[in-house]
């Protein structure tokens, strides 16, 4: 996903600046520095234990998400809470009255104080930019039954598609008319109607975990969705077309800043995309993948002639620090491995960064590979986009997305490139990708 804000063209390097980030150790910026300065001190920390609601500030917009506080150990941690979903953050420090969260592998912060009681001010920052990327945000003490929209003037209806969970054919049309395919999947929840989970599949992806309400407005009944996983905050507001009628909704989806797009969706249980095997593939008369990139250990490289993936299949992960949909791939492939390698399989993440300082980018992909506890070996590939992707890798005729997953047999021949990646928060399209993903390498193994 690029620099730009909507998740799928954050990976094909166009359209919104999306992506989905890991901590940079040269940031400069005073939020940065403070919480360097801060390491191990003793102040009192603006987080207090509960449950919390917190809001970004952008597009003349508010992005809800929930959060909880506890102690571990002593030490404050931070859960973001995104449907089902729980990302937990345990890199928090404290100077003066100021409390720098770190958000995961992502390269990037929230930046909080007190706003009087129970309330907090702050900005949620992102330090791997070309631009200074900072959003306003604010947060109140809530309960576990805060709801993330507020608004409703009455009892929420009840469809009977949406509690069985909803599928919508789907388009996301941008500022200049570009349209992107999507499936979407809603959910109301069988006790509490007015609550809605989600998600949006694209050919590069999904917009993850999402949640929200149904909610009444002035003009109509809107379904609202939002998250938030350190990386990006989306806003998804639809309406209704016709009241109590979920047929037909349009609406618009914004992502952090400045990503802005306007989408309609149609009820439709045969919504599907492309195949997402035959998006891209290899230039006519090449077989096999040759590149020598440098480990993320110096000194080292890596490349799929080495003698260790000699005789074996290959899983190659185009991936990067910053962004989710990866980090849901390697969530499955990290264990994956572990479990598999002793068949001959090996995997080899090659990793895009924002960056081209290869010491940084080295950094950042170390602090992805230790938090995720990933045993596959990881090489510096490039920068983050598209065409530096496809620059790098000749052999295959265009890389559309992070990840992409190239499947290599025995003999060191690709046999299968996979765009995008359908992630946990997909429900049944995830478990329909890992059957897909043992159901190749056993078919490759057995060769």
Known sequence: MPVAIAFRKAVTGAGLALAAVACQSNSTTSENQAATDAAGSNAATALSAGTWRGILSAQGQEIPFLFDVAQDGGKPTV????????????????????????????????????????????????????????VPFAATKATSETVLFT??????????????????????????????????????????????????????????????????????????????????GFLFDGKLDKPENINNISGHFYSGKKGHETWTAVLDPNAKLPDANALTGMKPGQKKLDFKFPSIYEGGSISPSDPKYKGKVVV?????????????????????????????????????????????????????????????????AGEASSDAASKSLPQVQKVLAFPTTIFLDKKGEVRKIHTGYSGPGTGKYYEQEVAEFNKTIDQLLAE
């Open 79 to 134: 859960t973001l809470r995104n449907g089902e979903e729980r990302l937990k953050l345990d890199e928090i420090s404290t100077a003066g009255d100021s409390t720098t969260i770190r958000l995961g592998v992502f390269d990037a912060a929230l930046v909080v104080r007190p706003d009087g009681a129970d309330k907090l001010k702050g900005t949620w920052v992102k330090y791997d930019g070309k631009e200074p990327y900072r």
């Open 316 to 380: 190659v992960q185009i991936l990067g620090s910053w962004c989710p949909n990866c980090m849901d791939e390697t969530n499955f492939l990290a264990p994956w491995y572990e479990k598999n390698k002793q068949r001959g399989v090996e995997i080899i993440g090659l990793g895009y960064e924002r960056t081209t300082d290869q010491k940084v980018a080295a950094q950042k992909l170390l602090k992805m590979k230790e938090r995720m506890n990933i045993g596959y070996d990881i090489a510096i």
């Open 151 to 232: 608004g409703n003037s009455q009892k929420a209806p009840v469809f009977g598609d949406l509690k069985k969970g909803a599928t919508f054919r789907t388009v996301f049309k941008g500022a200049e008319g570009d349209t992107t395919p999507a499936v979407g999947i809603i959910t109301q929840d069988s006790v509490n109607p007015s609550r809605l989970t989600g998600t949006f599949l694209t050919t590069t992806g999904d917009y993850r975990y999402l949640a929200g309400n149904l909610v009444t407005k002035a003009d109509g009944q809107h379904i609202m969705l939002s998250t938030f996983d350190g990386s990006h």
